[in-house]
């Protein structure tokens, strides 16, 4: 009987997922496996709160597997040698995996391709899994990626996706090859108390409310930080719980504004996968730079740790720094205003904020995180790399009532709008009584120095 191995990472799902399709298509059976991959938990990437939603996911797809006649196998170890082992066992004739687009994933994957080939194996790599336009199949002339995002979306919505795949009804796993315990959310410690659970049949949830109660309203609604009418997608696109080609798709169908928006911003994500598959090296060092000599020193610090705390006396950053440490999640609009605030107004090195992101994030990985850490500061793919965002006005504008700033700081629960955006501008005897700090710099002090550190004219 032939058989064949589907190795899951990022991809944790049975719904359009081409490299299961082809493992059916292909073998009597199939093992349906997933690595807890040791160099990734040396790396510093398996935080608390993406193993605690990683555990989730793989408790999800093993009952969705076992309602089909399967079962997930889960090893832990060198993954390379790890698959290896499982084929063996299993005498597979073949591997199927989702392509991957990071360095240390293709390090990993030319090496796994190599080991399996000296067994007389072979490594089947599928595109459009974890993307829906993979890096590399639209370039500009000349270049082997587009530096900014606008031409390349223009291209990008002309590729034509492949289909959405369903769900197979049944998926035959071998009897002989036995994994680990499943690892279990309770295990792990250090986790967000409000992070959300993860898992395909969650993700599928959401997908399915949000189409039928946000997403007209998204083009509308995605910036208003007390409304909280983002897609929430971002951690299920993570580990792939959803599908980015089903939910292009979709939206394509539904044509509104609303829908329109959210593809733009799947484009995205796929941008800055072709920037850092071509670039792997914007993961830690800057895209363009710009010869930034950031802070240092003990008061630098003390500011950095004062944005990490949610402590540096602006209500709309001190709000979203704790709502990250609570959810394990970030609103995007409270996510451009942070990053500008540590690298612009305090002038701190963007991989000082995109490390603390990355531990506390749920959604975190290399391309998004770091990539868009660089287009805030300056040195990424921004054609405006010196804007700044003031955090008052930005405040005013996206949470003109405070509603977001008083669910997170609760100190300033008794201020009304608009002073509980500028504290600082009450009474001495008001101020006492909030038990809150003052601001840790001034905002025409930050813009000044960091107009000096790059060398810009004077603001008029």
Known sequence: MPVSVTLFTSDL???????????LEDTDAVVPLFVRDRAVE??????????????????????????RGGRLVVRSGDLVAQVCRVAAEADAREV???ASHSAFAARREERLRRELERD??????????????????????GSDHYAVFTPYHRRWAQVRLRPALAAPRRVPVPEGVHGERLPARGEVTGVSPGLPAGGESTGRERMTAYWRNGLDAYDDTRDDLAAD????????????????????????????????????????????????????????????????????????????????QGRTGYPVIDAAMR?????????????????????????????????????????????????????????????????VLNPVLQAKRYDPD???????????????????????????????????????????????????????????
Not at 13 to 23: E, I, S
Request: aromatic residues 8%; positive net charge.
């Open 323 to 387: 709502q990250l440490r609570h959810e394990g999640w970030m609103h995007n609009r409270a996510r451009l205003l942070t990053a500008g605030f540590l690298t612009k107004t305090l002038y701190a090195d963007w991989r000082i904020g995109a490390a603390h992101f990355l531990h506390w994030l749920v959604d975190g990985d290399i391309a998004n995180n770091q990539l868009n850490w660089q287009w805030v500061a300056g040195t990424g793919t921004d054609t405006r790399p010196n804007r």
């Open 96 to 98: 199927h995996m989702a």
């Open 13 to 23: 799902r049975l719904h359009d997922h081409p490299a299961l399709r082809a493992a």
């Open 42 to 67: 040396a790396a510093g990437f398996a935080t608390p709160n993406r193993s605690a939603f990683l555990a989730d996911c793989l408790s999800d797809l093993d009952g969705s597997l076992r309602d």
């Open 229 to 308: 009418a983002t897609s929430r997608f971002s951690a299920h696109l993570h580990f792939g719980t959803l599908s980015p080609v089903e939910l292009i798709h979709r939206a394509r169908r539904d044509d509104g504004p609303g829908a329109r928006a959210l593809v733009r911003q799947l484009a995205w994500r796929d941008f800055h996968r072709q920037v850092l598959a071509a670039r792997p090296d914007a993961a830690h060092a800057d895209y363009r730079t710009k010869g930034d000599v950031w802070r240092t020193g003990r008061t630098a610090s003390e500011d950095i740790e004062a944005w990490r």
């Open 402 to 460: 405070g509603t977001y700033v008083r669910r997170w700081v609760p100190e300033l629960a008794g201020v009304d709008a608009p002073a509980v955006h500028e504290p600082w501008k009450l009474s001495a005897r008001a101020r006492s009584a909030l038990h809150y700090p003052d601001p840790i710099v001034d905002l025409a002090e930050g813009l000044d120095r960091f107009r000096r550190a790059r060398d810009l004219p004077e603001a008029q």
């Open 120 to 141: 007389g194996r072979r490594l089947s790599v599928h595109d459009a899994v974890t993307v829906a336009v993979p890096p590399g199949e639209v370039t500009p002339s």
